[in-house]
């Protein structure tokens, strides 16, 4: 009973650092929400909007903004 095989243990902790590296791109529902509203009130000034977002840069959000709102660009 004490012998567990930890290979799976170990796979589990490289898919975690894997998903902690990801997780930087992926934005939360507050994160989004407040982008959204930022955006409309002072345009591309990413510099300006990553101030308001603790541990993003602004080349961060304006990957996300032009990712998922490109077809929808002027």
Known sequence: MGDFDHSSDDTFEDSKDVKSQDSKQEFSED??????????????????????????????IEKYWTSKYSSSSE
Do not use: N, Q
């Open 31 to 60: 994160e989004e929400t407040l982008i959204a509203r930022m955006f409309s009130l002072v345009g591309e000034r990413w510099t300006l909007i990553a101030g308001r977002i603790p541990g993003r840069t602004a080349e961060e």
